[in-house]
DNA sequence: CGATGCGGGGTGG
DNA sequence: CCACCCCGCATCG
């Protein structure tokens, strides 16, 4: 996508031709072209076309995105994030929130110079025997470091399926260091069990192993096999500079997903956790925030008002689930639908109450560039802005010291593009 | 075993 | 009312 392109996607101008853009709770949505350029004659229009986009793994900020109906990771939901289902009583907008990740309550530094970046296990029960591991590294007790992202709350996520698209809208701002990609784990999961059900013990094989899947692979192995990963010349590709599309390949079947696009967690997040620094985050190339609130008023980084803009969008113009009973004669219920397909597909006429008027949020401005530091800047100019209180990236290298209350220290770092 | 979805139900603002 | 959270159930790989 080219420059221009990109800037025209970030269109959220806030002067007398506002261009008003989609919104995940909008009776109407966009609609949606085949190609990859949008149709310039119809950007003026609240519902102007809109042209999908390649898979985004690490969604990060306010961004909204539309994907085509075909992608499967958009099908499925996926995210490189642990997110996991949330009930929002609204059977046409999945919501998943964010569940954080998995580190070493001591905050050890593996081998490789990386620190434990575990995927926290989306079911719950999982998740708590997840927790009683320890460190392999360290030996310590592992800790969940939950997402705060929103207001305090997870960073959630929003997919809706609405003709031939699927809608996908962010909510916050990880707060955290990224967990292992789904994929990841998944690999890390099949190669451990491999490992088990294959009983003559091969070093060699084990860090070739290791080598491919990262460090943080090496997270839930038993602790009598660790000793193998405290080799020495670990690869230092994890968690930050290693691109998460290859390894989400093995989902991409169609190609759909152009690794060229993907882009790297964004530094500035980890500043909410002082108390853990994140090396790999450091140094791998940053990318501007994808905020996209434009909204004026809200600039004086006022996380309150800031949060009404934003949650503002989180509730429906839809019905929640029509109940096939009474009421809603003019809703049809939502039917189960056949296996396979998202029960949140549109079942009914939206039904447009309050028009979510501007939402004040723009198109996803997070793709506006996945490239470093340096060129961020260049790009941003005049487009991204930081909250006065907000430390540069590189600054965000909040020596980890001693104290491990991370968790409270600082508010939601939030960004504003397009004043 | 878990990842995912669904949806009932409770809670606090 | 709304946004969130918890929990159990079901399906699926």
Redesign the pocket.
Known sequence: MSRAEEREEADCVCSVGMKFTWDINDPKLPQVTNGPTPDRHLMDSPLRHKAVRPFQEWTDGYVRFIYSAEDKNAQ????GW????????N?QI????CLGVVVCSRGCTLPDGSRLQL?????????Q??QKKLCPSCNATLELLPCRG??G??V?NF?RVDGKAIFFQA?GVHDHPRPES?SE??ARRSSVKRRVSSPPFTPKRRLIETQALGPALLSCVDPSDRISFIEPNFPQHYPAFQSPEPYYNPHNALGDTPATLQKPANPRLYMGRPGYDFQGYLTSPSYPMTSDLCDPSNAPGSPAALQTII??????SYQ??P?PPAALPSYQS?P??P??L???QPCAPPKPPGLPVCSSLMDDPSSSSYSTEVKVTEESGGVIKSLSFQPEPLQTKTERADSYDYRYAYPNTYRYDDY
Do not use: F
Request: proline share 9%; with cysteine.
């Open positions: 499925r939901h996926l995210s642990a997110m996991r289902n949330t009930n929002n009583h059977c999945l919501k998943k929130s995927r926290p296990a989306i079911c719950d029960k999982a998740r025997k997840q929103h207001s709350y997870p959630t997919w909510k789904k784990t998944e949650t503002t969008t989180t509730k429906v929640p689930c109940k939502c189960k639908p296996a396979g998202p029960s949140y």
